[in-house]
Every structure is written in C-alpha cells, then in structure tokens.
C-alpha cells in the first residue's frame, strides 16, 4: 500500500518562512499532476498549488507571489516554499498525487502566529 507522507510544518512567525515536502512511500505508476491542499478547522479541504510532470504550475490566489511549489520528478518529491506567512496560512496541509487513482498523505500543521 502506497502512502504519501509530509514533513517541515510547525509553528512560525507571521512573515517568516517554511518549506514543506512530501514523498511516496513506494512507486506510484503514470503521475499526472502533484499538489498541495490545505484545511482549516470546520473549513473545507482548498487547492494551494499543482505541479504537472512537465513543470506548469498554478496557484490559489492567496498564496501567488508568496508560495513556491516544485518537483523533483526522479524521486516523486514535491516541494512547497512557503515565505511571507500570515495568520491565516494556518491549516493542515495535504499533499496529493493523481494517476488513475488519487493518492494522499495525512497531512502536517502549518501554525502562523501574529
């Protein structure tokens, strides 16, 4: 059973920086498009970032300019570099691989303090 696994949240000042990873447990077959998702308490789960095999990238709109999502394809690793945080960057991130079928993590706690 194939499981995709997070690290790097925790608990930062607002404006300062973190970088989030994420990577496979094991091989996952003909990824399509990786992402990260985020979830506040009570809130629903919302796109933050994908990144296709090819490298094209899109954003929510409140995180464009601030976030920087990247892959490194060889490893099936994704990178999200997260600076100028605010208060409500707060969440539980998720990472997430589509192929035929879609692949989750568990997600790590990002906490933005002001």
């Known amino acids: 059973q194939v499981q995709l696994l997070e690290s790097g949240g925790g608990l930062v000042q607002a404006g300062g920086p973190l970088r989030l990873s994420c990577a496979p447990s094991g091989r996952i077959f003909r990824t399509k498009t990786m992402g990260w998702y985020r979830q506040a308490p009570g809130k629903q789960r919302d796109l933050v970032a994908t990144?296709?095999?090819?490298?094209?990238?899109e954003y929510a709109d409140s995180v464009k300019g601030r976030f920087t999502i990247s892959r490194d394809n060889a490893k099936n690793t994704m990178y999200l570099q997260m600076n100028s945080l605010k208060p409500e960057d707060t969440a539980v991130y998720y990472c997430n691989a589509e192929t035929v079928f879609s692949y989750w993590g568990q997600g790590t706690q990002v906490t933005v303090s002001s």
């Open positions: 990144i296709t095999t090819g490298g094209s990238t």
